[in-house]
């Protein structure tokens, strides 16, 4: 009997070739693991293909419970985006995936997981990084990475191999898929000039053929997380499920981002993230209204360091339980509802309740019933504006080109 090697199998070409590959280079049996983050597949298909193409045993799991608990809802309440713009969904499955490889690979006795990614992007280091730390034992093969086949190259491989090779090889692009959102790269996409042509786009319609008329929905948050929709009350893959449906509908959710990748290269990335991008923006929302200017202050810098240790591959590390611990904590008050407007590709915030909110009409009214005490002020000021009254006597005033350079504007030398 042979080793066994627990590959992460997607059905796709890649991953199809690796099984063959990994048999003929490694001279192991190959257990192909299919994990279900709401890529919409028929896992039965891609089951049966894995054994077809010579896999000793083909699993299925259906992780999108746990990604949406463990994975999906905590970025959402850190409002993680990469570089401001991607909302981190294959970022935030590839350590699932890599624990649900390692658990697979310790209960069936094997010696090794495969992946399929190439080595110029985050996703090898993802697995790697994620996989060595819950199991510094096992032997890590990445095909792709090592095969130093070209695309054809690698459909002949197949020809040759029985290997059916899907009609979606003639698509260009790179697809990623979770319930989290759905990245596109390669082909046109690579030209950063060209605008995405409609055929990437499945989640999502362009927002000229979208809706003529607005369509209103209220998400209701307790500590952060989701938990209606329009008042129902729904589980989180669900929420998340029909939120993607809606907001796609509408063409909400369309990302067109010059990403920095871990390794070095800027690359181009199309993503269609609607459920993600309403909720982290109406989660923003709850947030302003309920916690103090201070606690946003400090979180947002929490949320770039979260979501470049999730994009880096660190999410097993102890700086993530950390700043988790300090997201989660800052969570106890962020509940209510959130009133948002989705029309034509855009998704406005508009309307926000919540029985913790620090809003205080009273306060803020320009109207009858203010007791803001506006004598408060004068004094106020004064303190606030001293230092730089005290500074601008001192240095400002009595230098020729002070006043003029602060604002930016020197008076040209004569000659
Ligand atoms: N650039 C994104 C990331 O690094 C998406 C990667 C998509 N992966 C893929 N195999 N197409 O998270």
Request: a negative charge; glycine letters at 8%.
């Amino acid at each position: 009997m042979s080793d066994k090697v627990v590959l992460a199998y997607s059905g796709g070409l890649d991953t199809s070739v690796a099984v063959q590959w990994i048999k003929e280079k490694y001279k192991l049996d190959v257990i192909a693991l299919t994990i279900d983050v709401g890529n919409e597949r028929d896992f039965s298909a891609v089951r049966q293909k894995a054994l077809k193409v010579g896999a000793v045993k083909a699993l299925v799991i259906d992780a999108k419970e746990l990604f949406v608990k463990y994975f999906a809802f905590p970025a959402l309440q850190a409002d993680a985006l990469y570089e401001g713009q991607y909302p981190l969904a294959t970022a935030l499955s590839r350590p699932l995936m890599a624990k649900l490889m390692v658990d697979t690979a310790l209960a069936e006795g094997a010696t090794a997981i495969a992946h399929g990614c190439t080595g110029k992007g985050n996703d090898q280091v993802r697995f790697d990084v994620s996989v060595n730390a819950l199991a510094p034992d096992l032997k890590i093969i990445a095909p792709a990475r090592e095969w130093g086949m070209t695309r054809e190259e690698t459909i002949a491989y197949a020809q040759e191999h029985n290997i059916p090779v899907p009609i979606t090889v003639s698509s260009p692009y790179s697809i990623d898929e979770c319930l989290w959102g759905r990245a596109i790269e390669c082909g046109v996409l690579e030209d950063p000039w060209v605008e995405p042509p409609d055929d990437v786009f499945t989640w999502t319609n362009s927002p000229a053929q979208a809706p003529d008329k607005p369509q209103y929905v209220e998400i209701g948050f307790e500590k952060g997380i989701p938990v209606t929709l329009d008042g129902q009350k729904l589980d989180g893959v669900s929420l998340i499920e029909q939120l993607n449906e809606l907001a796609g509908k509408h063409g909400v959710g369309r990302i067109d981002h010059i990403e920095d990748r871990l390794v070095g290269i800027k690359s181009r990335e199309i993503y269609e993230a609607p459920a993600a991008m309403v909720l982290i923006q109406a989660h923003q929302a709850l947030e302003a209204m309920t916690l103090s200017k201070d606690q946003l202050r400090f979180k947002q810098k929490v949320a770039v360091e979260c979501a470049d240790l999730v994009y880096n591959g660190l999410w097993f590390s102890q700086l993530n339980r950390d700043l988790s611990a300090y997201v989660l904590s800052s969570q106890r008050y962020v509940s209510g509802t959130v009133r948002l407007k989705l029309f034509k590709g855009s998704s406005s915030v508009v309307g926000r309740k919540s029985l913790h909110s620090l809003y205080n009409l009273s306060l803020a009214t320009y109207d009858k019933g203010d007791q803001f005490d506006q004598s408060a002020s004068v004094g106020f000021i004064h303190l606030w504006g001293l230092p730089v009254k005290i500074q601008a006597q001192v240095q400002l005033l009595g230098d020729k080109e002070g006043p003029l350079s602060i604002m930016g504007t020197k008076e040209p030398e004569e000659g």
